[in-house]
């Protein structure tokens, strides 16, 4: 019988031990991913996933789904510790931190990106045809938003109070919240006289002749800039504790972000699927999104001033609250 | 006699049950009552005393304001609304007492219309076999669906707002209202009827003189549970058609993460909502037992 020496006996106990720990690191790390879905505004998630991005970091993405217009439940769901990360509207992660500040504790969610700046259209009835906004101001227009706390409201109320100086309420419009599913229906039988929404409805308006597009903030019409209507979260103390899995996370997004600007066009099947809307449509609304994801302190600061003050004004949000370190967290990203 | 003089010797009672009659109203028997009232309210306060202080104690102790707002201050919200003193900006559009009005005038006009139609139908399909076998089948088959469901097609039919909301309550109001009056006319005492027609009683007096005060404590009961759904239904109703109402408080509230006016609106519907019973349930109650003389469920 061969005879096993001391410097042998060390090295087969130490792999011995270090073996499963090399197996677990091999192991992909699971993240728990929040998205609103059948949606167009999440589709970065999807094409990360096709595109292999979540394997190639060493992730398995757990995808649970939420309802478009749903925000708040994601948001719950990630607060409550049942994501490590969410994406889909904007205004729900600072109002929630805001709650927790007013409570006397820190804010547990943090905003670590962004996508479709200016998402927000301003669709309105073939009837009404004014040449300019001021036109129809002062008129009492009925205008359906997903809720009365909807990121493209909240981003209205921005363009009115800052580039024209005016509250929602000096204005004669009456908002109502309409499941965007039902913005078309309404609009076609004259329930409603317009609303404010993204893609696909405003594509889906449009096609269907039951209004035309009069402002689309990403074209400009809302002022210069347009912050993103869609925001990426996660819980901060993932973050602090996983950082290393968070930042493999928002790698894998912006490998998905690489992808869909290499070849627009070549994903439209992928995003017609994600969002259950026809291919045609989805080319036409192409034109109007940019589902990549991605935020600068630029872009961050800008979105607190358009949205994030408007909400503080209408008492949504703490004036304690502060942009930065209270609602956005942008270092996972790898700018 | 005197009703409330107590009986004096066994010749005074005509008959047991009459006897039994007396004796709630003498007074002894009254003082009982008392008694016994006194002990449920003490005993009931006890209660929900007890489940308060376990709720305000759990909500501070293990800091749970956010998921679940101690009662305390869920009562200084309730006051600050009522007071319209808010303790924060007021984000639900008009004040408290517009959003109870409207959704009290949705409950109150799908209410009516679901009895205007399911009494009448409950006493016909109750009295005549021939009815009941065309109708029946009809009924049962929409019974199952629940109200909930019929939000969208209300939404379809009628667009948002008011219409949608009150044809959503009344479908919820309409099957227990049926149901019960249905029963209460189908197990009306057929020696009843008889000794009716005995009298020379026609069709409409039948109706008038036995049927319906026969079925009355039966009614009453559809209309307790009726009203009881109309609640649920407002609020379900309100959330996803409608923009004002307690409905469109409690959805806007949760938009906002305010878990302490969301339970405010809660709280609120609960008292409207036992309030509304009592006023009209108990109203026709009383209304219809000092007319007809009947004995409620």
């Known amino acids: ?335 | 006699m005197d009703a409330l003089t107590p009986p004096t010797s066994p010749n005074d009672v005509d008959e047991p049950s009459a006897a039994g009659e007396r004796e709630k109203l003498s007074v002894y028997g009254l003082a009982r009552r008392r008694r016994e009232r006194r002990r449920k309210i003490v005993r009931g306060s006890i209660g929900v005393l007890a489940v308060l202080v376990i709720w305000q104690v759990m909500a501070v102790a293990y800091n749970l304001q956010q998921i679940l707002p101690p009662p305390l201050a869920v009562g200084r919200t309730i006051i600050n609304t009522l007071t319209l003193n808010y303790d924060h900006r007021w984000l639900y559009g008009p004040n408290i007492y517009q959003h109870l009005l409207s959704s009290f005038l949705r409950a109150i006009s799908g209410f009516s219309i679901a009895a205007v139609f399911a009494i009448p139908l409950g006493l016909i399909v109750g009295r005549s076999r021939t009815v009941r076998e065309y109708i029946d089948p009809i009924i049962r088959s929409l019974y199952p669906i629940p109200g909930i469901a019929w939000i969208p097609l209300a939404i379809l039919w009628f667009g948002l707002g008011n219409t949608a909301v009150i044809f959503v309550v009344f479908i919820a109001e309409f099957f227990p209202l049926y149901f019960n009056t249905e029963a209460g006319a189908r197990n009306i005492n057929p020696i009843l009827v008889d000794a009716a027609r005995c009298f020379g009683a026609k069709r409409l007096t039948l109706v008038r003189r036995v049927i319906l005060p026969a079925s009355i404590p039966y009614i009453i009961t559809g209309m307790r549970i009726g009203l009881g759904g109309a609640w649920r239904m407002i609020v379900a109703g309100e959330m996803l058609a409608s923009q004002s109402g307690i409905g469109s408080v409690l959805m806007e509230s949760r938009y906002q993460f305010r878990a302490t006016d969301l339970m405010m609106a809660m709280v609120l519907i609960s008292i409207v909502g036992y309030a509304t019973e009592r006023l009209i349930v108990g109203t026709l109650e009383r209304k219809t037992t000092e007319k007809w003389e009947v004995k409620l469920l």
């Open chain 1, 1 to 335: 019988m061969a005879k096993i020496n001391r410097r042998q006996l060390v090295l087969s106990a130490s792999a011995f031990v270090a073996a499963p720990q090399i197996l677990r690191a091999a192991e992909p790390d699971t993240v728990r991913f929040g998205v609103l879905h059948p949606n167009l505004t999440t589709v970065i998630h999807e094409i990360a996933k096709r595109t292999g991005a979540y394997e190639r970091n060493n992730l398995k993405v757990v995808e649970v789904r939420f309802k478009s217009g749903q925000t708040v439940e994601g948001v719950e769901q990630l607060w409550r510790g049942n994501l490590e990360f969410y994406m889909g509207g904007a205004p729900e992660v600072p109002r929630l931190n805001s709650r927790m500040i007013e409570n006397g504790s820190p804010p547990p969610l943090a905003v670590v990106s962004g996508a479709n700046r200016g998402h927000t259209s301003l669709v309105l009835s073939n009837k009404l045809q004014p040449k300019a906004i001021d036109e129809i101001l002062g008129q009492p227009l009925r205008i359906a938003v997903s809720s009365l706390s909807s990121v493209h409201l909240a981003f209205f109320r921005g363009y009115l109070l800052t580039e024209k100086k005016l509250d929602l309420k000096a204005i004669g419009w009456q908002f109502l919240g309409i499941e965007a599913s039902n913005m078309v229906p309404a609009l076609l039988t004259g329930q409603i006289d317009g609303f404010l929404h993204s893609e696909p409805t405003t594509t889906l308006a449009i096609v269907n002749k039951a209004g035309h597009l009069f402002m689309q903030a990403a074209r400009g019409d809302m002022g210069p800039n347009p912050p993103p209507a869609t925001l990426l979260s996660s819980r901060r103390d993932f973050m602090k504790q996983k950082n290393d899995v968070a930042k493999r996370f928002m790698r894998a997004i912006f490998d998905a972000n690489e992808a869909y600007i290499k070849a627009p066009a070549e994903m439209t099947p992928l995003v017609a699927e994600w969002s259950g809307q026809e291919e045609k449509l989805v080319a036409d609304a192409q034109e109007r999104m940019n589902p990549t994801t991605s935020l600068t302190q630029a872009q961050a600061q800008k979105w607190w001033d358009f949205i994030g003050t408007a909400m503080v004004e209408r008492g949504e949000l703490s004036p304690a609250l502060k942009p930065f370190p209270d609602v956005f967290d942008l270092s996972l990203q790898p700018l």
